[in-house]
């Protein structure tokens, strides 16, 4: 197997090629909308950048599951030492919306532990990546990339900015708002809301409603390495992946 920096650099190029494939698209009069067995969006710009991450990261010999190829047996996947977990385009419905916040997703998962990640998105241009043990990273359009760090606010602070989905705003949620003093709300579409986390732009993100692997995998690879982690809610224990139901619980992402 390749080294790790070298396996994040293909990933990296592979997913500013998906956000052109995304944009593509986006810039269409047509998006192609279907629906899924779920009744959840599928666009033209999904498949177009599940082929392209699958072309770019094929050298890499490393086997895929993806949100668009999620049918691989549990007996066969249980079985991969490093994989790749993708998400072609996270945050579909926002891609619908054209609010621009919406992300590609791609993540480097050892047995059941995810080790790095790389997330782009394409209409900010704003790209963001780990390597294990050498940091988190963030690249807006054509500056300089920067090292981010999660801000290590005490969460008993008052003012703490908590950033929440606008789509899952439930009552559990709503609670531990609450419970929280004077604080602040921070709404990002996307995986971007782990990211906000990521690079002290938000202190905590508390998610008590449906996620599926791919849809965490990449950005909690990216704030483990900027000093944070997504924790299964009520645990200090890390979201694990590659489960047989590749369904997550509710977590909280701090530092």
Not at 22 to 34: A, P, Q, T
Not at 136 to 141: C, P
Not at 188 to 207: N, Q, T, W
Request: glycine share 6%; aromatic share 8%.
């Amino acid at each position: 197997m390749m080294e790790y920096n070298a396996l994040i650099g293909i990933a990296k190029e592979a997913s500013e090629a998906a956000g052109r494939a995304i944009l593509e698209v986006y810039h269409s009069e047509d998006f192609g909308v279907e629906s899924k067995s779920d009744n959840s969006p599928l666009t033209a710009a999904d498949k177009a950048a599940h082929k392209v991450i699958l072309e770019l990261l094929e050298p890499t010999g490393l086997p895929v599951l993806s949100e668009e190829g999620k049918s691989i047996d549990y007996k066969d996947r249980v079985e991969w030492d490093h994989f790749w977990m993708i998400d072609p385009l996270d945050g579909t419905k926002e891609f619908i919306k054209r609010n621009g916040e919406f992300t590609v997703n791609i993540a480097l998962v050892r047995n059941t532990e995810v080790i790095a990640g790389v997330v782009y998105a394409p209409v900010l241009d704003w790209l963001y990546w780990s390597v294990p043990g050498r940091g988190a990273y963030k690249r807006e359009k054509d500056s300089t990339a920067v090292p981010i760090l999660v801000s290590r606010r005490n969460l008993n602070d008052a003012g703490i900015k908590v950033v929440a989905s606008r789509s899952h705003l439930n009552e559990e949620t709503q609670a531990y708002i609450d419970s929280l003093k004077n604080a602040e709300l921070v709404s990002m579409g996307s995986s971007l809301k782990i990211l906000l986390v990521a690079e002290g732009s938000a202190d905590v993100y508390p998610r008590f409603a449906p996620t599926m692997e791919w849809d965490t995998a990449a950005a909690h690879g990216v704030i483990k390495e900027a000093g944070g982690n997504v924790f299964q809610n009520g645990s200090d224990a890390e979201l694990t992946y590659n489960k047989e139901k590749l369904l997550n619980p509710h977590f909280l992402v701090r530092c």
